[in-house]
């Protein structure tokens, strides 16, 4: 999907704003804890909305949707939309599917591991080779990926990879959008916006690129 | 010696093995004359072309990793080639160099994904053409124009035709397929390979999966020192990690902040983000916008700004901090501490009101790329 960034921060702006409003509007919410709660909902719901139509973007509308605290902000927010896109996105099968190939994968990981404990208690040396090392170790690591990813349970190998890397950028550019923004709180609240010579706000937006 | 051969069925004891890179140079002349017109146009790689535009603007500065890539490999295969060995040295060395020319800007693959079958190939010279056309002659007796696209569809060994007249014909089916890119990776068997179905998709995939990690370095800093799978994607964990909680503190220092909008949002977004030209630096718009809105009030709490005080200078991107910057930091901080929860509540009413006769028309502005 063809997103350009110029595009995507305008729109995830806008969708994070609307949806602050909403949040702000529908719950009142009390505690900072549900303040933070909504305020990531909107940010994460801006971040797929501006990404538009990829794997872990379906994935991460899904799983918002299906918590009940989201549901009332999420309605606020897309209005009408939000019956069709949760009729769209709500498939348990979806689910059933996950759940059959785990089992399927923990059983063989299961009989491979037994054998080798089998035999490691036998107490005859067990010649592993440096890749089933190897290759234990990746498999360890992608399953923890697999988690944080959204929708990256039903993922695997190079579409992984690919998906690893939109959301990475997607991440990436959610966190300086929110930056920026908290930055303009700050700027904005300080008291005589007027003192504020407009030089300090160029050098301001001038550090806002990304810094390793 | 007639440079169209037309034997209905190839074998390897018919054409001489110059004869066979005759037919094959001129075949790469063909098609790579065919590649450079519409190559140019062609993103090379259309799922990661915008990730580049992204990552230059998103770090403020040009910043091309991925482009640099893709255009420093035309470089590169081109002195690999030297390195071939050969016995015909000029048509070899014009057949390795047309060849390796041909291969990087495949029909239908991405032109990126071709590199390492270049380096392979520096070492193949006749065996690969032989095999080549062994695989040709097993393959072929149905059109051979047809077998070219049904060749590379798996991404396998490209197939040759050997003939003037379906030279012409695939001359007008590369033309006429311009359009579909679908992520072929060409790959070629090597000297000694085997060239069965089952480990030629093997290497498909290990080159796929290759291209994406050498992407993943790229993008995730510090990746550069680490090699090997593993370690790589431990490195890529831990920054996603971070970078989730970067959102969930960004969040909670944004709740601390409490943003009542209770600005018009249609024409904070309508006038002030939209026409906001894209410039390198998009965000200095977004910050120049609160000068202009007396609107945007931002009142925050009193006790979470306690909270927070003191981590808010902390938080500033250090290497970004200005000392006017961190003046006003500080200053917020005392300012908001005078904020009562009282202004909050006439804000809210405010902003509810705005909110909902906004609302519908807002959803409707808003990109709904669902």
């Not at chain 1, 990531?40 to 918002?64: C, E, Q, Y």
């Not at chain 2, 034997?7 to 004869?19: I, Q, R």
């Not at chain 2, 090597?190 to 480990?199: E, P």
């Not at chain 2, 902040?257 to 906001?276: A, G, L, Y």
């Amino acid at each position: 999907m063809h997103v350009t960034k110029e595009f995507k921060k305008k729109t995830f702006l806008k969708q994070f704003l609307l949806g602050l409003h909403v949040s702000n509007s529908i719950s009142n919410p009390i505690s900072i804890e549900q303040r933070k709660n909504s305020i990531k909902l909107s940010a994460d719901l801006a971040m797929a909305f501006a990404r538009g139509r990829t794997h872990w973007t379906h994935a991460l509308i899904t799983k918002l949707g299906q918590k009940e605290e989201n549901k009332s902000t999420l309605k606020g927010i897309l209005g009408r939309r939000y019956q069709i896109l949760m009729a769209r996105y709500s498939c348990p099968l979806l689910y059933q599917k996950v759940q059959r190939r785990k089992k399927g994968v923990r059983s063989y990981r299961f009989s491979y591991n037994a054998q080798k404990r089998r035999s490691a208690l036998k107490g005859s040396c067990v010649r592993v080779s440096p890749s089933v090392v190897a290759r234990n170790l990746e498999n360890r690591r992608s399953k923890v990926l697999k988690r944080l990813v959204p929708g990256g349970e039903l993922l695997k190998g190079s579409s992984l990879l690919s998906e690893v890397l939109d959301y990475v950028i997607s991440l990436k550019a959610q966190v300086d959008m929110m930056k920026s923004l908290w930055r303009a709180t700050q700027v904005s609240s300080s008291s005589n916006v007027e003192l504020i010579p407009k030089c300090s706000i160029a050098k301001e937006g001038s550090f806002l690129h990304y810094s390793k | 010696m007639a440079p169209c051969m037309d034997p209905p069925l190839l074998t390897p004891s018919d054409l001489s093995l110059s004869e066979k890179q005759r037919i094959y140079l001129n075949q790469q002349q063909k098609q790579y004359l065919n590649q450079s017109a519409y190559n140019s146009n062609f993103s090379p790689f259309p799922t990661f072309k915008p990730i580049t535009e992204e990552i230059s603007i998103a770090n403020g500065q040009v910043y091309n990793p991925i482009n640099s890539l893709v255009n420093g490999w035309p470089d590169f295969s081109m002195a690999s080639s030297t390195s071939f060995v050969g016995n015909d040295s000029d048509t070899m060395k014009e057949m390795n160099a047309n060849q390796i020319t041909e291969n990087m800007k495949k029909r239908k693959s991405e032109s990126n994904a071709s590199l390492k079958p270049e380096q392979s190939n520096t070492s193949e010279g006749q065996e690969g053409s032989h095999k080549k056309v062994k695989q040709d002659s097993k393959n072929g007796n149905h059109e051979r124009n047809v077998s070219i696209k049904e060749g590379s569809r798996k991404g396998k060994n490209k197939k040759e035709v050997t003939t003037e007249s379906s030279k012409d014909n695939t001359k007008d089916l590369e033309v006429s397929t311009v359009t579909p890119k679908p992520d072929y990776i060409h790959v070629r068997a090597r000297r000694g390979q085997a060239t069965d179905s089952h480990s030629l998709a093997e290497r498909v995939r290990r080159e796929r999966i290759s291209e994406r990690m050498r992407y993943l370095q790229e993008l995730v800093p510090g990746c550069n020192k680490v090699t090997g799978k593993a370690g790589m994607l431990d490195e890529i964990i831990n920054y996603v990690q971070s970078l989730q909680r970067q959102v969930e503190f960004l969040s909670m220092k944004l709740a601390a902040v409490n943003p009542t909008v209770d600005f018009d949002i249609d024409d904070f977004i309508n006038k002030q983000i939209i026409p906001s030209n894209t410039s390198c630096l998009p965000m200095v718009n977004v910050l120049n916008n609160p000068l202009d809105l007396s609107l945007l009030q931002f009142n925050s709490l009193q006790r979470p700004a306690n909270c927070y005080a003191f981590e808010m200078p902390i938080e500033n991107p250090n290497p970004a901090v200005n000392g006017s910057i961190t003046e006003q930091v500080s200053a917020s901080d005392t300012l908001g501490d005078q904020y009562l929860s009282a202004n909050l509540s006439s804000n809210w009413d405010a902003g509810s009101q705005n909110l909902y006769c906004l609302d519908p028309q807002q959803a409707r502005t808003l990109g709904f790329p669902f």
